[in-house]
């Protein structure tokens, strides 16, 4: 019997252009085009959230499936853990340079975070990895396929 790998991740986002778009019960906001670093947690399946993300066929369930109706995963950064630490893992991500919290609630309805969400740059990526690399954590891209 396979375990099933439970921790957390950031997905990283691109939006090709700027647009509103409705998230759910928080309502319609404008999001500027760019790159965008969302941090979740998937205590019951890393890669089957991750999957998730990256697939074309899904309900908007969380606000993250929003968000990626018009933008277009890159890749994720899985970080496992027995322990949820989402939060924690976004309290770093907001320390790294021209990193900008975005949507306040997006992502945090849950904790007391005041979003999970983060506007970022290339050279926020790049560190993005560089810490990847340096605490092994895994990295998922996948081909997504349109339809």
């Not at 907001?94 to 970022?120: A, M, V, Y």
């Amino acid at each position: 019997m396979e375990v099933s790998l439970v921790g957390s991740y950031i997905l990283i986002v691109k939006l090709q252009q700027g647009r509103e778009i409705s998230i759910g019960q928080l309502g319609r906001f404008y999001f500027e085009e760019g790159l965008y670093a969302y941090v979740g947690s998937a205590m019951n399946g890393l890669h089957a959230r991750v999957n998730r993300h990256f697939s074309n066929v899904k309900k908007r369930h969380w606000h993250i499936d929003y968000l990626l109706e018009y933008g277009k995963p890159l890749e994720a950064f899985l970080i496992p853990s027995q322990l949820k630490r989402e939060c924690e893992i976004n309290a770093h991500l907001e320390r790294i340079i021209d990193c900008k919290p975005s949507l306040k609630g997006f992502g945090s309805s849950d904790c007391n975070c005041f979003t999970h969400l983060h506007k970022i740059t290339e050279r926020t990526l790049i560190r993005i990895k560089e810490i990847a690399r340096e605490n092994n954590w895994l990295i998922y891209t996948q081909v997504r396929r349109s339809e």
